[in-house]
């Protein structure tokens, strides 16, 4: 399975004092050397952490394919047309989020979406749809003709940390998961049936499937036995790991577990 590395949160810890360090242009060589196989970048509207500069020098400069997550807005497409990543992941933005919290509606804003897809593809650019493991969401995606999609696995990770981490004693637990153990566990069985079943029917469709939010070196195991899923996009936890074992360790055990 490959590895998409999200390096979103080395420019979070450049921000956190608006200066040049750390410099996310540094993590492409390192990524690489421990494996990876492509990197993965989120221009944001309100550029919280990768800048429109961050992401043209990684664009030029990375020798891993670049996968350039982005909104539908009009000008934010144009700029990924001038840029010219290998890919683009169309996500969903709300000024007001902590970070993205589920897929791209591509029903209620089919025109929109289609009209940054075709622009996308007149650039020569990949496309993948960041959405929910829905049914019907992913045969939308296919009558959209985009090559990849990425399918959510944002409540998934929401759940098993409910469950097997201490979040539920800190202030940033999950309210709405506040469940018996016993109801998280049987939520944690059908989230998981549900993105397997997903990513099988995308498989049958002709689709490219992805994953990816909130994987982690602990749940990412039950994605992994998915067969039908051929790549992960993981930033956050691997960035937080290489902050006790060094970058290039935290992108290599996470690669030896998805081989
Ligand atoms: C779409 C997604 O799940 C992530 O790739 C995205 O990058 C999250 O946004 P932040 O990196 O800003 O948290
Ligand atoms: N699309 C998912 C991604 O790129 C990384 O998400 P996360 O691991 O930072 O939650």
Request: net charge negative; glycine share 4%; hydrophobic share 40%.
């Amino acid at each position: 399975m490959k590895l998409g590395v999200n390096i979103d949160h080395i420019a979070v810890l450049r921000e956190a004092r608006k200066i040049n360090d750390p410099d996310p242009v540094e993590a492409l060589g390192i990524v690489k050397r421990a494996g990876a196989d492509q990197i993965t970048i989120h221009l944001r509207e309100d550029r919280r952490h990768i800048h429109d500069e961050d992401a043209k020098r990684i664009v030029e400069q990375s020798s891993l394919p670049v996968n350039l997550e982005c909104s539908i807005d009009k000008d934010i497409i144009e700029i990924i047309c001038d840029l010219k990543p290998h890919r683009a992941t169309l996500v969903p933005e709300r000024r007001e989020e902590v970070t993205t919290e589920g897929g791209l509606d591509i029903i209620s804003y089919a025109d929109r979406t289609q009209e940054a897809i075709e622009k996308l593809h007149k650039n020569e650019i990949e496309v993948s749809l960041f959405i929910d493991p829905d049914i019907e969401i992913i045969k939308q995606a296919s009558n959209m003709k985009v090559e990849w999609i990425e399918l959510h696995t944002g409540t998934y990770a929401n759940i098993y940390a409910m469950l097997y981490s201490n979040l539920s004693h800190t202030h940033h637990s999950i309210k709405e998961l506040e469940l018996s153990r016993r109801e998280l566990h049987t939520k944690l069985q059908e989230s998981i049936k549900l993105l397997k079943d997903a990513a099988d029917y995308a498989k049958s469709l002709g689709l490219k499937v992805a994953a990816g939010h909130g994987l982690n070196y602990q749940n990412v195991e039950s994605i992994v036995e998915i067969e039908s899923i051929e790549e992960l996009n993981i930033g956050q936890s691997i960035i937080a790991r290489s902050v006790f074992t060094g970058l290039e360790a935290a992108v290599r055990e996470m690669k030896d577990i998805l081989r």
